[in-house]
C-alpha cells in the first residue's frame, strides 16, 4: 500500500518560509497529478496548491505568489517552497492526489504542522 510521508513543517515567524516535502511510492506516483492540502483548527480541508506530472501547476488565490509547488518524479517527491509565511497559513498540511473536486487517490498520511506565529 502506498503511503505518503509529509515533511519540513515547523514554527516559523511571520515573513517567514519553511520548504515541505512529500514523499510517495509506487509506480504510479509519477504519472499523477499531486497537490497540497491544509487544514487549520475547526476548518474543512483545502487544496493549496498542485502539479502535474508534466510540471504544470496551479494555486489557490490565498497563496498565490508566495507559494511554489514541484515535485521531482525520479525521486517520487513533491515540494511546497512557502515564503512571505501569514499566521493564518497555520495549518497541519498535507499531500494526496486530487480526483476530481472532493476526492483524492490516496490515504491520508499523518501531515505537517506548519505554525506561523510571532
Known amino acids: 500500500q502506498v503511503q505518503l510521508v509529509e515533511s519540513g513543517g515547523g514554527l516559523v515567524q511571520p515573513g517567514g518560509s519553511l520548504r515541505l516535502s512529500c514523499a510517495g511510492s509506487g509506480s504510479i506516483f509519477s504519472l499523477k497529478t499531486m497537490g497540497w492540502y491544509r487544514q487549520a483548527p475547526g476548518k474543512q480541508r483545502e487544496l493549496v496548491a498542485s502539479?502535474?506530472?508534466?510540471?504544470?501547476?496551479n494555486y489557490a488565490d490565498s497563496v498565490k505568489g508566495r507559494f511554489t509547488i514541484s515535485r521531482d518524479n525520479a525521486k517520487k517527491t513533491v515540494y511546497l517552497q512557502m515564503n512571505s509565511l501569514k499566521p493564518e497559513d497555520t495549518a497541519v498540511y498535507y499531500c494526496n492526489a486530487p480526483e476530481g473536486s472532493r476526492l483524492v487517490f490516496y490515504s491520508w498520511g499523518q501531515g505537517t504542522q506548519v505554525t506561523v506565529s510571532s
Open positions: 502539479v502535474t506530472s508534466g510540471g504544470s501547476t
